[in-house]
């Protein structure tokens, strides 16, 4: 089974999101949710992020690599939207990683290095109509184009969130789908 460490999106860490770590947790892996927001949660976006601009992203990515902590190298990395800037960063920089998730969001490889590390698999997943994830579609496209063993999935619809059962924007039907997709990868890796 596969050791996870898994990072919220910009509302928090949210009951879906401990939702989401607990589907993962029922198939056996180890699941680590550090709250980078301290016990905050926010009722939007926006609202979220206000918090991350208020707060700093260089102290909010302290806090993410901070959460690596004692734990073993070999994790799975995964980010939910705000998550994947932390997740990403790991899986691309720190030695040993297992794989990684990319939720919501993607950032182009450059921006932690040249190219991703061939030893990592990774899964791209978003919604095809997502104002937000549309902006990240050609970093993903590109990463996925470019890594040897990486899989972009695209989901209709437009909510951004929509793997988050505590919000308006949650799709349970591309969810479960979601959520197969990333047991077998995590069965794989781990």
């Known amino acids: 089974m596969a050791e996870v460490l898994l990072f919220h999106h910009v509302q928090g860490l949210t009951d879906g999101v401990r939702a989401f770590a607990d589907d993962l947790r029922q198939?056996?892996?180890?699941?680590?949710?550090?709250?980078?927001?301290?016990?905050?949660?926010?009722?939007?976006?926006?609202?979220?992020?206000?918090?991350?601009?208020?707060?700093?992203?260089?102290?909010?990515?302290?806090?993410?690599?901070?959460?690596?902590?004692?734990?073993?190298?070999?994790?799975?990395?995964?980010?939910?939207?705000?998550?994947?800037?932390?997740?990403?960063?790991?899986?691309q920089t720190r030695p040993g990683a297992r794989g990684a998730l990319l939720l919501h969001a993607c950032i182009p490889v450059t921006e932690y290095g040249e190219s991703w590390p061939e030893s990592v698999p990774v899964q791209i997943h978003g919604k095809e109509g997502d104002e937000y994830f549309d902006e990240d579609l050609p970093a993903a496209r590109e990463l996925a184009a470019s890594a040897r063993s990486a899989e972009l999935f695209l989901y209709p619809g437009d909510q951004h969130l929509f793997t988050d059962s505590s919000l308006d924007a949650f799709d349970?039907?591309?969810?479960?789908?979601?959520?197969?997709?990333?047991?077998?990868?995590?069965?794989?890796?781990?």
Request: proline fraction near 2%.
């Open 27 to 91: 198939s056996g892996h180890t699941v680590h949710t550090p709250d980078l927001f301290e016990g905050r949660t926010f009722g939007s976006l926006e609202q979220g992020m206000a918090y991350v601009r208020e707060t700093g992203f260089d102290v909010l990515g302290e806090r993410g690599a901070a959460a690596v902590g004692d734990l073993r190298p070999e994790l799975v990395h995964v980010g939910l939207s705000f998550g994947v800037t932390i997740a990403q960063k790991l899986a």
């Open 172 to 190: 349970a039907e591309a969810t479960e789908l979601l959520l197969a997709r990333v047991r077998t990868f995590l069965a794989a890796v781990g």
